[in-house]
């Protein structure tokens, strides 16, 4: 079915693999945003939600960061906000309730505010009231933009001396390494030689849940984030070691014939007592669980490792899209919820 390319655009008519094929040139864009400081920045929170929130973890697991380091998914601050806080409010659509009131807050406690956004009202709150603007092109769906917002980031941290000053760089040149990368996950290559077919149909009709280590863990994260809303399919991860010391127990009963689909992103970057963990787990839970599918991430670098993952999900969830028998693009139903929140 996967090999079908009429079938294919007949379900994807908005070309969602098209947009996961360029995905690595978001990595590749730049802003010329110029921040003022004036007084040393003590810490980050970043208000964000979904596929806007997101890239903050991959910031936090690769980038060398010199300050913590928050994200806030929800309407509040930590109390700890204030004016030596690097405030960064992050909404692809710009309309994002929770993010415009952190927003609302981080203003009022007086923290250095920028902002990150394609749109909406928190485009026009930038404006009027002069915050730094990170202009994220438009045209997408949050979830698919996120580079964008990666590379957003990264430029803002290396002007602020709060990370790696090579980051930009770093990112660029991942980008262009992906490019290749990716090709056999394209829609034009057969099932038998495209992982990302293979494990979607693996995966077809089930609950997905991914597992990783914690440098990978972003990676498994943005799995999930995709299954939900490109496959419209159930879906959670966690991480080890995490995962040894509650969900482990989880798996102890009930017969193998659960039906979710384990996925375990096991990186060779991983502390070498984690990726034991990944063995011995797998040996403990035999006959507990269904075998996981193990998914090796290629790359030498931990940034090369997260970016490849990453577009290997997206492939992975937008074919699993299709094989449910979905449009991988549009989330009604979180447009639905919107306006009914709203009445």
């Given amino acids: ?106 203003e009022k406690r007086g923290a250095l505010v920028v902002v990150v956004t394609a749109g909406g009202k928190l485009m026009e709150r930038a404006k009027e009231s002069n915050h730094p603007l990170f202009e994220i092109p438009s045209g997408f769906q949050p979830r698919m933009s996120s580079f964008y917002f990666f590379s957003a980031l990264a430029h803002l941290f290396v002007q602020l001396n709060l990370c790696k000053p090579t980051a930009v760089e770093e990112l660029s040149a991942a980008g262009e390494w992906l490019k290749g990368q990716k090709e056999t996950w394209r829609p034009d290559v057969a099932q038998k030689d495209n992982l990302a077919k293979q494990i979607a149909v693996e995966l077809a009709g089930k609950t997905v849940i991914v597992y990783s280590g914690p440098k990978l863990f972003p990676a498994a994260n943005k799995w999930k984030i995709c299954c939900n809303e490109n496959a419209k399919n159930l879906a ?29 992103i096991r990186s060779n970057l991983e502390h070498e007592r984690t990726q034991k963990r990944f063995v011995v787990t797998e040996k403990l839970l035999s006959g507990k669980r269904p075998a996981p599918i193990v998914v090796t991430p290629q790359g030498e670098t931990h940034l090369q490792q997260l970016l490849w993952a990453s577009m290997l999900g997206d492939f992975i969830t937008i074919y699993l899209a299709l094989l449910n028998n979905q449009n991988p693009t549009p989330v009604d139903l979180v447009e639905k919820f919107k306006a009914e929140l709203n009445n």
């Fill in 236 to 264: 959670w991860a966690n991480y080890y070691p995490e995962f040894n010391h509650n969900e482990f127990i989880g798996w102890s009963s009930h017969p193998v014939d659960k039906p979710f689909g384990v996925v375990e």
């Fill in 1 to 106: 079915m996967l090999d079908d390319l009429k079938f294919i655009h007949q379900r994807d008519g908005q070309d969602a693999l098209g947009v996961a094929e360029k995905q690595w040139q978001q990595l590749q864009h730049t802003f010329n945003v110029t921040v003022a400081t004036p007084q040393p920045i003590t810490n980050i929170v970043l208000g964000g939600m979904g596929g806007s929130g997101w890239p903050a973890l991959y910031i936090k697991a690769w980038a060398g960061l010199k300050v913590p380091f928050e994200v806030v998914s929800n309407y509040d601050l930590p109390e700890y906000v204030g004016p030596s806080t690097l405030f960064i409010a992050s909404s692809y659509s710009g309309n994002t309730e929770e993010t415009l009131a952190a927003l609302a807050e981080a």
